[in-house]
Structure formats: structure tokens, C-alpha cells
């Protein structure tokens, strides 16, 4: 089984304040995806990295699949009271359907 | 374009009984994921249905099954519950065709929150 560690798995912040989040594994995945869920939701996809070493911006959002596929990061600059969620990281893995999550990072940013 | 739904949004349901759970995906997606989310395990893979096959299987006892109909809405079904069977149950559905299976994204419904007392 391919598994996903992400650290740290919570992260309670200011608002304007950056953080990242991690995601690694022993393993290589065929992409990398990442999720915010929100209580009571199901995780709405924000990034696919499928390259190694790729780097994906979205807003204030910053991606990167490492160099051998095995490793990610989410950035999150001046974070806002609305990043508040659980962070999910996803593997892909040569399985139809089947992507294999990391346990999640609570963040929690405060006005 | 409509999300993905699923119905019931909440169950309480007694050990030993069964239960289906329903999922319609988004307008013109074939392939329909179902995961089992809990604290202690995070977001656990169950199967997959592209065209009304099950192209893959996670590992669950034989107790979880499920289906997709034409229409590639899907249902999944557990029978003798247990209370370890309290969950959130979630469906994904994507088109299903990528260049690769891990490429594909996949959009989630809002899940069904069962609760086995």
C-alpha cells in the first residue's frame, strides 16, 4: 500500500500570516492532487501536479510535486479567515478510480 | 452544471441492518468513486464504476457492494452493519478517460453521514 504522510496535522494561524503543508511518501504517485473540505462537505479539488518538480499557482496558493514524484507542498500566502479547512493531499496511482489520501491538515486562520 | 449528489444526506441505522446509498454524478461524467471517511482512517478507497463496471476495489469485506446503472448514477450497499461502519461515505465522479487513471479529477458529492447504533 502507497502511503501518503502529511505534516503537520493541524496549524492554527493569523490571518496575513503564510503556512505550508506537506505531504510525503515513500513511494512514487503518478500525480499529486490537493483538497480543501469543509465540515459537513465533501473536498472540492484545488490543484492536479502530474510532472516532477511541477509548480502550480492558484491566487495565493502554491503547489509543488517534487522532483521524484514522491513529495508535495501547499503554500498558502497572507492566509484569510476563508482558508479555514481540511487540507487533503491525494496520490494517483496506476488503479483506475483509486487515489490514495494522506490523513488531512486541519488549518484554522484567525481574523 | 449540476454537482454531484447524494441521498441520503444523513442515516441512523441499527447493527445488523443494511443500507444503499445513492449518488448521481455530474451530467456527462461515467466513472463514479465511492471512499469511506472516518477520524481514525482518513479517507478510505471502496470501488470504482466506469460504465456500469466495477473496474477496481479497495479492501473492504465482501459486505460492501455497489452498482451503476446506464444513466451512471450508482448506489452502493452494506449489509449486517456494524457499528464500525459509522461514517461519511463519499462519491467522486469524473469523465474517467485521462491519459493516465492517476490523472483524472474527481469532483465530490457532499457525502451521506451514517450512523450505526
Known amino acids: 500500500t502507497q502511503l501518503l504522510e502529511q505534516s503537520p496535522q493541524f496549524l492554527s494561524i493569523q490571518e496575513g500570516e503564510n503556512l505550508t503543508v506537506y505531504c510525503n511518501s515513500s513511494?512514487?504517485?503518478?500525480?499529486l492532487q490537493w483538497y480543501r473540505q469543509e465540515p459537513g462537505e465533501g473536498p472540492v479539488l484545488l490543484v492536479t501536479?502530474?510532472?516532477?518538480?511541477e509548480v502550480k499557482k492558484l491566487k495565493r496558493l502554491t503547489f509543488q510535486f517534487g522532483d521524484a514524484r514522491k513529495d508535495s507542498s501547499l503554500h498558502i500566502t497572507a492566509a484569510q479567515p476563508g482558508d479555514t479547512g481540511l487540507y487533503l493531499c491525494?496520490?494517483?496511482?496506476?488503479?483506475?478510480?483509486?487515489?490514495?489520501f494522506g490523513a488531512g491538515t486541519q488549518v484554522v486562520v484567525t481574523p | 452544471k449540476a454537482g454531484v449528489t447524494q441521498t441520503p444526506r444523513y442515516l441512523i441505522k441499527t447493527r445488523g441492518q443494511q443500507v444503499t446509498l445513492s449518488c448521481s454524478p455530474i451530467?456527462?461524467?461515467?466513472?463514479v468513486s465511492w471512499y469511506q471517511q472516518t477520524p481514525g482512517q482518513g479517507l478510505q478507497f471502496l470501488f470504482e464504476?466506469?460504465?456500469?463496471?466495477?473496474?477496481n476495489k479497495g479492501n473492504f469485506p465482501g459486505r460492501f457492494s455497489g452498482r451503476q446503472f446506464s444513466n451512471s448514477r450508482s448506489e452502493m450497499n452494506v449489509s449486517t452493519l456494524e457499528l464500525g461502519d459509522s461514517a461519511l461515505y463519499l462519491c467522486?465522479?469524473?469523465?474517467?478517460?485521462?491519459?493516465?487513471?492517476?490523472?483524472?479529477?474527481?469532483?465530490f458529492g457532499p457525502g451521506t453521514r451514517l450512523t450505526v447504533t
Open positions: 467522486a465522479s469524473s469523465g474517467g478517460l485521462a491519459g493516465f487513471p492517476g490523472s483524472y479529477e474527481q469532483y
Open positions: 513511494s512514487v504517485f503518478s500525480s
Open positions: 501536479v502530474v510532472t516532477g518538480g
Open positions: 491525494a496520490g494517483g496511482t496506476d488503479s483506475w478510480g483509486k487515489f490514495q
Open positions: 451530467s456527462g461524467h461515467r466513472s
Open positions: 464504476y466506469f460504465s456500469e463496471t466495477q473496474r
